[in-house]
Nanobody, 124 residues
Framework: QVQLVESGGGLVQAGDSLRLSCAASGRTASINAMGWFRQAPGKEREFVATITWRGDIQYSGDSVKDRFTISRDNTKTTVYLQMNSLNPEETAVYYC?????????????????WGQGTQVTISS
């Protein structure tokens, strides 16, 4: 099993930045990549970004790609999401997730392991 623990969420103002962290423990050698999803109130959980241990990166779209940066540490057990120029519409619970299959995966159902989530609130 793999355990994921997110940190770094909080309340910020529009235009501010936040850096989320996700630490993996347990059978981390079994995972190939880690990513971030978010779920706003009343909405479905959506993909934000993912990074494989080889270094392949995928973002959900240009808006995220231009403002967010996903990275990992050299131990391949911690992933970060640097978020800049946040806007109130991005208020959500941000979840860290991990998967074991090869390649870059963005589908929610392919992620086997999930963290509990960290709340990010952006005020206008």
């Amino acid at each position: 099993q793999v355990q994921l623990v997110e940190s770094g969420g909080g309340l910020v103002q529009a235009g501010d930045s936040l850096r989320l962290s996700c630490a993996a423990s347990g059978r981390t050698a079994s995972i190939n990549a880690m990513g971030w999803f978010r779920q706003a109130p009343g909405k479905e959980r959506e993909f934000v970004a993912t990074i494989t241990w080889r270094g392949d990166i995928q973002y959900s779209g240009d808006s995220v790609k231009d403002r967010f940066t996903i990275s990992r540490d050299n131990t391949k057990t911690t992933v970060y999401l640097q978020m800049n120029s946040l806007n109130p519409e991005e208020t959500a619970v941000y979840y860290c997730a991990a998967y074991s299959i090869p390649g870059v995966v963005t589908g929610l159902g392919e992620y086997r392991y999930w963290g509990q989530g960290t709340q990010v609130t952006i005020s206008s």
